[in-house]
């Protein structure tokens, strides 16, 4: 018989934790401040672009052996499940004259080279005829649509008999008495992201906000794009195209920024690159308007953290928050770590 768990956040790592708890055999109920269908700035994960593109370097064998199963589980729901409102999609990174002038004439690729499928350096007819784009490499990703996934999700969890409560949990060890059977919980996994800086029984002061602006529009396109900006600090452009039409354009990465009020002239910026480097957004054979068609400016603040993540297990609390950027593409990293301690907890519990 399977443990009662308590899961705090109902983030897409308290979401995806809880789904993967459940088809081990706990009865689990989730707890979340915030839950799938609600938009606020300090609940991140429906603001994600979101896409599979790891950020781990090539020694940091940990957080890449995080990313390395979401990308074979994304594409398994692309092939397999339409509901889950992920597709493939392929994604080109440009380097431009100035970013390879600044790394010594070196292209720099990316870790997963040999993981991912189809990648390639890029042809010169392939680039953007900007005049500032000299490199670039092209591998297939996936685009994950994150309001639907979340509910997606959600819904997987209502059917294996999991539970979802919106409450404001103040102090972690309140989590024990909210499991849906009225016994108290077994273990507690805290998903909490940012709020893990002042919950009471964590107050994690290593947690900090990545502030990030994005637009979402309707306009098309038919391939994810990233190119480095010259002379603006922590910002860049990247357009993810969803599955059911119009596309992510990106946007900033601005460190222990709480700011969630839009930037307008940033919002500009973005526009202006999004059609220099993707002219098939304006492009009619697409089904494109002439302009980018802007249908809301997005700030949410990733959940950062000193050092990287916070994966362990204090006692019966397992900590699962901090992975910043990389939640969709670590999630279901982070959940088979999580099912690892609990495993790990449950089998010293049996021998005392």
Same mark, same amino acid.
């Given at each position: ?12 790592? $308290?979401?995806? #934790? ?6 081990? $055999?706990?009865?689990?109920?989730? !707890? ?8 606020? #700035? ?10 599979? $593109? ?13 990313? /390395? ?27 431009? /004259? ?6 010594? %004439? ?9 993981? !991912? ?58 989590? =024990? ?10 273990? !507690? ?9 002042? *919950? ?11 502030? %990030? ?24 452009? =990247?357009?993810?195209?969803? /599955? ?6 990106? %946007? ?14 940033? #919002? ?8 220099? =480097? *993707? ?19 997005? !700030? ?17 609390? &397992? ?8 939640? =969709? ?6 959940? %088979?770590?999580? &099912? ?10 049996? /021998?005392?």
């Amino acid at each position: 018989m399977g443990a009662k768990i308590v899961v705090l956040g109902a983030g897409v790592l $308290g979401l995806t #934790s809880a789904l993967e708890l459940l088809k081990k $055999g706990h009865d689990v109920s989730i !707890v979340g401040r915030h839950i799938p269908g609600d938009l606020d #700035s300090l609940y991140t994960s429906p603001w994600a672009g979101a896409n599979w $593109g790891s950020f781990a370097g090539p020694d940091e064998y940990f957080l890449q052996d995080l990313d /390395k199963p979401g990308y074979k589980k994304f594409f398994e729901l692309a092939r397999n499940d339409p509901s889950a409102g992920v597709h493939i999609v392929p994604h080109h990174t440009y380097i431009t /004259k100035a970013e390879l002038e600044r790394k010594g %004439g070196k292209v720099t690729y990316p870790w997963f080279i040999n993981f !991912v499928e189809g990648f390639r350096e890029l042809d010169q007819s392939e680039l953007p005829k900007t005049g500032d784009i000299v490199k670039g490499w092209t591998f297939d990703s996936v685009t994950i649509s994150t309001t639907l996934y979340l509910n997606y999700l959600l819904q997987k969890i209502f059917k294996l008999g999991g539970t979802l409560r919106r409450k404001e949990v103040k102090h972690l060890k309140d989590a =024990y008495a909210l499991h849906h059977t009225g016994s108290k919980a077994d273990i !507690v996994i805290n998903c909490t992201g940012l709020l893990a800086r002042r *919950l009471k029984g964590v107050e994690d002061q290593d947690v900090y906000p990545i502030r %990030g602006q994005i637009l979402w529009v309707r306009n098309n396109a038919t391939k994810q794009i990233v190119v480095a900006i010259e002379g603006y600090a922590n910002e860049s452009l =990247y357009i993810f195209p969803r /599955k059911e039409g119009g596309c992510i354009i990106g %946007g900033t990465f601005i460190v222990n920024d709480w700011s969630t009020i839009p930037d307008p002239e940033l #919002s500009k910026r973005m526009i202006e690159r999004a059609k220099k =480097y *993707l002219p098939e957004l304006v492009d009619p054979k697409l089904g494109n308007d002439p302009e980018i068609d802007v249908f809301r400016h997005n !700030v949410g603040l990733r959940p950062a953290r000193k050092n990287g993540p916070r994966i362990e297990r204090e006692g019966s609390i &397992i900590h699962n928050y901090g992975i910043s950027g990389a939640g =969709y593409q670590a999630s279901y990293g982070l959940a %088979g770590q999580v &099912i690892r301690l609990v495993d790990e907890y449950l089998k010293r519990e049996a /021998k005392l």
